[in-house]
């Protein structure tokens, strides 16, 4: 076995994120570690690569112990690390990002020739074609988590662990992952993967191991297994089943017309967008991210300045508005990057569960530290939030917690207009379900939702009308009677029809 992780128990405070952990991973394997939010994941492999010390347990390469202090050290018996969120910096090339740390030098000073040449042939090597003189912000997420694996490749990694790599790409990008995957094995490569997604564990792993409350509950091999069984041994309970309901839709809630956008490129981000949402309906937008689909959240939320075009919540003119002013109006948001505009990591789950929530009012006038608290308690409950307390900080939570506290709490602020972008990215499937139960019951009650989400099944499963988003215009809209991944998929992609 080349390397086996034995009765890792990993405390923080009253919590055992890992009990007694037994994980191995044979050369040339590809072996998916899955679980609910929260069920430890994460913790166990950044053990693995030295981010943190096991409280018990031991780690062995090639049947002989080894310790980690840091990830150096991991690095150093040829461990390498993509992590839930890309670590590279936008404004170097693909080239300076794959060589930092490890910089071919001449003389003092950094030999970008010879970066080049490396990278290249690192490239050739493994075949993973990318332009190393391009910068990281001006290529697309797929290629930036290739510059990520090559950067591990670059520090002579044998053994590669990726937290949910998948999360972020486009349908078509993680299948080029997986296939990446799948070379680099065979080239001898052996890969941890860290996913939500099920069916990329049957298409893509030999091995699967379940974790639940940070105790291993099965490791099989994925032959010898379904999506049925892995959900069981992950939740430990039976999924509910959430479907839509007829409503009647009341008035329009926004309303936007011809709005056109212009990137720094000269080129159209958005090229005369129109589009309206009742009260009681959820429109979903689908399209491959990079389509103008932030460009348009942006807009409405007052983030971005409008170039061209009007848009109206609720009857009232909101073009040119605050994002205060205009949440003020009636607009609630779970952003597509939670880390980037949903959260302040460094506050309390507390501080994040209520930021937006000092102006609601309840019976006895604006809510006060008490009733804010209760809220909390009831976003925790209902989501099932693994928090510690209200006093933990939140970057202390998993990825996926995070998420639920955000969704929670916006939803809770009953504003008439819910902006939801990729409301379940990073959740488990539990939490998948709560979350799609909870659009569906602000929808019931009125609410008006736009939803954008890169996976089409949670948008055809929620839409009741689906618009298509491509190259910053809306390439097509169906009804959810009319609605098929055919239809929408060559909408997505280009493609012209006369449906
Ligand atoms: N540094 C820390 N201090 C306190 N608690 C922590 C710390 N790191 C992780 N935890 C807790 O340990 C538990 C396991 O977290 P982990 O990040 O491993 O979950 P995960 O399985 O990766 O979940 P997700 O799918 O949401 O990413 C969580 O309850 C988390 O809040
Ligand atoms: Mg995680």
């Known amino acids: 076995m080349l390397l086996q992780m034995r009765q890792i128990t990993k405390t923080y405070g009253t919590l055992n994120a890992n009990s007694n952990v037994d994980f191995s991973l044979r050369q040339g394997e590809i072996h998916a570690l899955v679980g609910e939010n929260g069920a430890g994941k994460t913790t166990l492999m950044r053990i693995l690569y030295g981010m943190e010390q096991p409280t018990e347990g031991l780690i062995q390469l090639n049947g002989k112990e080894v310790q980690f202090m840091n990830p150096t050290d991991a690095i150093a018996h040829r461990i390498g690390m993509v992590h839930q969120h890309f670590m590279l910096f936008p404004s170097f090339t693909v080239a300076e990002n794959i060589v930092i740390g490890n910089e071919p030098k001449a003389g003092l000073t950094f030999d970008r020739k010879t970066a080049v040449k490396q990278v290249e042939a690192l490239c050739a090597t493994y075949r993973l074609p990318i332009d190393p003189n391009k910068k990281v912000a001006d290529i697309p997420l797929g290629m930036q ?60 792993a030999d091995r699967v191991t379940v974790l639940r409350d940070g105790k291993v509950t099965g490791t099989l091999e994925a032959s010898a297994t379904n999506v049925e069984e892995l959900s069981k041994l992950m939740v430990g309970r039976d999924l509910l089943e959430s479907a839509r309901r007829d409503v009647q839709v009341g008035k329009t809630v926004l ?10 490129k000269g080129k159209p981000v958005l090229d005369r967008v129109n589009l309206h949402i009742k009260a009681g309906e959820i429109v979903g937008i689908a399209g491959i991210s990079g389509n103008g689909q932030s460009e348009l959240i942006q807009a409405i939320t ?57 102006q609601t009012r309840s019976r006895s006038g604006l ?133």
Do not use: C
């Open 255 to 264: 309303q936007v017309k011809d709005l056109s956008l212009h990137g720094d």
């Open 302 to 358: 007052g983030l971005l300045p409008i170039e061209q075009g009007v848009i109206q919540l609720l009857g009232e003119n909101i073009t040119g508005r605050s994002v205060r002013e205009i949440r003020e109006i009636g607009l609630s948001h779970v952003p597509e990057d939670r880390y980037q505009w949903g959260a302040a990591k460094e506050g309390t789950v507390l501080d994040n569960g209520t930021m937006g929530h000092h």
């Open 367 to 499: 809510l006060q530290g008490k009733e804010l608290r209760q809220m909390v308690d009831r976003f925790i409950q209902q989501f099932q939030i693994k928090a510690g307390s209200q006093e933990t900080q939140v970057k202390y939570l998993s990825g996926g917690n995070l998420q639920k506290l955000i969704v929670a709490r916006e939803i809770a602020q009953n504003q008439p207009f819910l902006i939801a972008a990729e409301p379940t990215r990073g959740v488990d499937i539990g939490a998948m379900e709560l979350i799609h139960e909870e659009l569906l019951r602000k929808r019931d009650e009125q609410g008006a939702i736009l939803l954008v989400s890169s996976e089409l099944t949670e948008i055809l499963k929620l839409s009741d009308r689906i618009l298509v988003m491509y190259e910053g215009r809306i390439a097509g809209e169906l009804s959810a009677e009319q609605a098929t991944e055919e239809q929408i998929s060559l909408w997505m992609a280009g493609g012209v029809s006369d449906a």
């Open 145 to 204: 988590q290739r510059v990520e694996i090559l950067k591990v490749l670059y520090q002579g990694a044998d053994i590669i662990i990726l937290d949910e790599p998948t999360g972020v790409l486009t349908p078509l990008e993680a299948k080029e992952l997986l296939v990446i995957m799948r070379s680099l094995a065979n080239q001898g490569k052996s890969f941890i993967i860290i996913t939500h997604k099920l069916h990329e564990v049957m298409e893509i």
